[in-house]
DNA sequence: CATAACACCTGACTTTAGTCAGATAATTTT
DNA sequence: AAAATTATCTGACTAAAGTCAGGTGTTATG
């Protein structure tokens, strides 16, 4: 019988293959070799230093240079010198690569389509494939400082007050909170930090800028599906990397009694609790560190 | 941006395309190349027809043909022609190739069980990995009967049994109730059905024969990953196959109150409330359909 | 019982993938 | 300014995968 952890892991293991393996011959389709359409497609996804996609797809120069050279004889394709470093080629997608590449994506999105709308709970199956795709690629989370206005930024500020507002007693609403000001979270004044995991924001941080001899840490937010790897820590501790190069020199947090992750994080990570420092309605309790 | 559901979904693709990738590229550290070893690990995992492996790794006959001689020469492998149709070859490991084999095994679970082993919360990433392989292998599910004794069994009426102590005010104790005799649900007396998944049994129900002029349906279960696929419907439908080929004619039914779903199914697949027809302390609604 | 259908095999290919040793030209280092 | 390093390309390979047209012996069918 089949039903120890190894046996559920290697089910998953197979049904994703067979999934792969068809879509793989789906791209077949098209009557490209699947070596020049994953290339096409490396180059469509924005790739255009070659020694990128050579590294992205794990291929030899020489393999690369032939299938680049393939893909501009069908007129897909331009390459030219880099401006800054004339040993390497920058490669774009012409019109007619745009097509062919987008017929690419059709094929995925239909299938990927497909699937979901045939699923009774597509929510659900999500957020199981996003919980699997973290776990998978947990070696390539990437930790980017963007503007508070982004729209990664803004994916995570929205999924944060949804998830304060199922945890707190009585909810939560962002407009009776003091809602930081963008400005104060970004350079000189702050910083706002994501974590992606290929593409996909699955947490973040604020570090906002006061006039009053402080910076406050905020909006520390990790996805439920990244929970547990460690991202948290990582997040303050580039928070606080980037509080020491603006020359800020105390942090300070207030944060509410129902997030208990958050609080026992603060207190092993050299935080001390001090007195209320302001008058927000959510927080129950305050933190400060010295860097 | 990307964060709508079909970016979700090739963000996904991506990680395990990856994964995959990694395995296949493990596998090649034995020194045969993937075709042999894909043939070998079909043959291991007890495909003996060559016709089935064909079919299953989408292989030309050629190719197939030349595949199986290499691993022959190896000695990892015989074949000889099938008894019952001579035309027809089947193949089998050799004690050599039952080492082979068991060696591609140890790769790939030790893969699974590394991947489970830094997870912060293994149980939550099976689960995930469930519920994305039970939507992938939706047309693969299959009806079998099986001895209620038997590990696929047994495994459903365990799962069942924590699903009803976590869903019944005041919890569930198997022994409390009239659990059915094994021999009640093997022919001729009845039948036990279970849905397996690629190998996991993900849903079953009970056709416990009775000496009163009907028959039972009892523990209809499906897990947790595979709901809303119409599954529980399918497993009636054949229970109901079932009893009439026993020549029963009469079925009845009880069930508590915290089984919704379940209640719903009954109501609207012909089966029509009666009065209580049994002394079990745990159900509450009772229902009879005839054939 | 002839013939069609079937399962598998063999030989003779082609295509794709991958490797490796230079060649070329640009950039960095000493 | 010479030497070393780097990025890419070309040519000449090999291995693996895949295709296709028969061929052999077996079984099903009219």
Do not use: H, Q
């Given at each position: 019988m089949t039903l120890d952890p190894i046996a559920r892991f290697?089910?998953?293991?197979?049904?994703?293959?067979?999934?792969v393996g068809a879509l793989d011959h789906s791209f077949l389709g098209r009557g490209r070799p699947l070596g020049s359409a994953r290339v096409l497609n490396a180059i469509g996804h924005g790739?255009?230093?070659?020694?990128?996609?050579?590294?992205?797809?794990?291929?030899?120069?020489?393999?690369?240079?032939?299938?680049?050279r393939g893909l501009e004889e069908e007129h897909l394709i331009e390459t030219r010198p880099d401006a800054a470093d004339a040993r390497r080629r920058v490669v774009a997608l012409t019109g007619k690569g745009r097509a062919e590449f987008a017929a690419y994506e059709a094929?995925?999105?239909?299938r990927a389509e497909a699937l979901l709308a045939r699923h009774p709970r597509p929510e659900a199956l999500l957020d199981a494939m996003d919980l699997v795709a973290s776990a998978l690629g947990r070696d390539r989370f990437t930790f980017e400082t963007v503007d508070p206005r982004s729209d990664a930024a803004r994916h995570g500020l929205a999924r944060y007050y949804v998830e304060l507002d199922r945890r707190?007693?009585?909810?939560?609403?962002?407009?009776?909170s003091a809602d930081p000001d963008a400005m104060d979270m970004i350079?000189?004044?702050?910083?706002?930090?994501?974590?992606?995991?290929?593409?996909?924001?699955?947490?973040?941080?604020?570090?906002?800028?006061?006039?009053?001899?402080?910076?406050?840490?905020?909006?520390?937010?990790?996805?439920?599906?990244?929970?547990?790897?460690?991202?948290?820590?990582?997040?303050?501790d580039a928070a606080e990397a980037a509080a020491r190069q603006l020359g800020i020199a105390t942090l300070r947090l207030d944060t509410?009694?129902?997030?208990?992750?958050?609080?026992?994080?603060?207190?092993?990570?050299?935080?001390?609790?001090?007195?209320?420092?302001n008058d927000d309605p959510y927080p129950d309790f305050f933190f400060e560190k010295r860097l």
């Open positions: 290697r089910r998953f293991s197979r049904a994703v293959t067979s999934e790739r255009g230093d070659i020694a990128a996609i050579r590294d992205y797809l794990g291929l030899d120069s020489g393999l690369m240079s032939r299938l680049l094929l995925s999105n239909n707190f007693d009585g909810g939560f609403e962002v407009g009776r350079a000189p004044r702050g910083s706002f930090i994501v974590v992606m995991s290929d593409g996909l924001p699955i947490g973040c941080v604020g570090l906002k800028g006061t006039d009053k001899g402080y910076a406050e840490i905020k909006r520390l937010w990790i996805a439920p599906s990244a929970r547990g790897l460690g991202l948290a820590r990582r997040l303050m509410n009694k129902a997030l208990t992750e958050a609080i026992a994080l603060y207190r092993k990570t050299g935080w001390t609790e001090i007195d209320r420092f």
